[in-house]
């Protein structure tokens, strides 16, 4: 994961996070990682009206970075989620970390690689 965030961010990618969990959370889990600086701002749902995959809280993100959802592109493991952004406007990356076929009955995914760094190189080309 290190790797294919330098990279967004090297080409000038700005980098935000949306969890259902606590900010607090994700802000533990990258400053481990030693990536907190590489990301702008670090949303959670608790600050707007719903969980994801609710498309108001994709909103929320956009709102947040003062773009519009159809500007932005979430990266996400997990099929419910890339749904859900897609179903808010979103252009979305899916992460295969397992073997397990994408789901067909979801939204399928703009991108997809098997890790964060070939999925930044499809990002950024």
């Not at 967004?8 to 080409?11: D, N, S």
């Not at 952004?85 to 979103?90: D, E, I, L, T, V």
């Given at each position: 994961m290190p790797e294919g965030v330098r990279i967004?961010?090297?080409?000038g990618l700005r980098l935000v996070t949306l969890t259902?969990?606590?900010a607090d959370v994700a802000d533990?889990?990258?400053t481990r990682a030693g990536l907190?600086?590489?990301f702008e701002r670090l949303l959670s749902v608790e600050d707007a009206a719903a969980w994801?995959?609710?498309p108001v809280a994709y909103a929320h993100a956009a709102r947040a970075c003062s773009v519009s959802t159809e500007q932005m592109l979430l990266v996400a493991v997990h099929?419910?989620?890339i749904h859900g952004?897609?179903?808010?406007?979103?252009r979305t990356g899916w992460?295969?970390?397992q073997p397990t076929p994408y789901p067909g009955y979801f939204a399928a995914p703009d991108l997809q690689a098997q890790d964060l760094a070939a999925l930044a190189e499809q990002i950024i080309s």
């Open positions: 967004l961010r090297r080409h259902n969990g606590s533990g889990l990258l907190r600086g590489e994801k995959p609710v099929p419910w989620d952004a897609h179903q808010a406007g979103m992460i295969a970390r």
